[in-house]
T-cell receptor, first 116, second 110 residues
Framework: NAGVTQTPKFQVLKTGQSMTLQCAQD?????MSWYRQDPGMGLRLIHY???????DQGEVPNGYNVSRSTTEDFPLRLLSAAPSQTSVYFC???????????????FGSGTQLSVL | RKEVEQDPGPFNVPEGATVAFNCTYSNSASQSFFWYRQDCRKEPKLLMSVYSSGNEDGRFTAQLNRASQYISLLIRDSKLSDSATYLCVVNLAGTYKYIFGTGTRLKVLA
């Protein structure tokens, strides 16, 4: 009954370091996405994917890369971390109920990232 | 104008009070509506989906007004444990586009 699994829960990086946030879901969801949440800003979409091999940019994609080689996994890569990327990151997934209706978002437990 | 708007609060209410939040949306293609609860720095958790006819889950009642383009959440008999931020989420028909409000903060006071 894992749902959406995110790792790590906490991470501290130095400016310029790279790292990958992992996200996996075991519900066979077509849709996966990454959000960041900053105080007073709400959730902002970074990148999303509607299936293996398909990714697209969200609202705030700069500084982040994604790939979707399998249905289950959707890692988020920070190529050269900057202090502006200090945030809480959430992975979320979902699926279509039918052609017109999409289900709710299922969230991972989040990653608190600090870039010094 | 934001696509989904919520009063940020905080709403400070005594235990046992009834409190209501509204959320307005601007896109008439909005199809699915959700209320999520979020505790500080934790992941949002689904509180309830909002159906056209309105729906109730224990102390919580959600309603949708398509004509005026808003949804509401009513919490009766507030508990200390209801203190959290409540996020309104709107999904556009036939898409994976989810639009989030910035949340309404609720504090239930002893």
């Amino acid at each position: 009954n894992a749902g959406v699994t995110q790792t790590p829960k906490f991470q501290v990086l130095k400016t310029g370091q790279s790292m990958t946030l992992q996200c996996a879901q075991d519900m066979n969801h077509e849709y996966m996405s990454w959000y960041r949440q900053d105080p007073g800003m709400g959730l902002r979409l970074i990148h999303y994917s509607v299936g293996a091999g398909i990714t697209d940019q969200g609202e705030v994609p700069n500084g982040y890369n994604v790939s979707r080689s399998t249905t289950e996994d959707f890692p988020l890569r920070l190529l050269s971390a900057a202090p502006s990327q200090t945030s809480v990151y959430f992975c979320a997934s979902s699926y279509r109920v039918n052609r017109a209706l999409t289900e709710k978002l299922f969230f991972g437990s989040g990653t608190q990232l600090s870039v010094l | 104008r934001k696509e989904v708007e919520q009063d940020p609060g905080p709403f400070n209410v005594p235990e046992g009070a009834t409190v209501a939040f509204n959320c307005t949306y601007s896109n008439s293609a909005s199809q699915s509506f959700f209320w999520y609860r979020q505790d500080c720095r934790k992941e949002p958790k689904l509180l309830m989906s909002v159906y056209s006819s309105g729906n109730e889950d224990g102390r919580f009642t959600a309603q949708l007004n398509r004509a005026s383009q808003y949804i509401s959440l009513l919490i009766r008999d507030s508990k200390l444990s209801d203190s959290a931020t409540y996020l309104c989420v709107v999904n556009l028909a036939g898409t994976y586009k989810y639009i989030f409000g910035t949340g309404t903060r609720l504090k239930v006071l002893a």
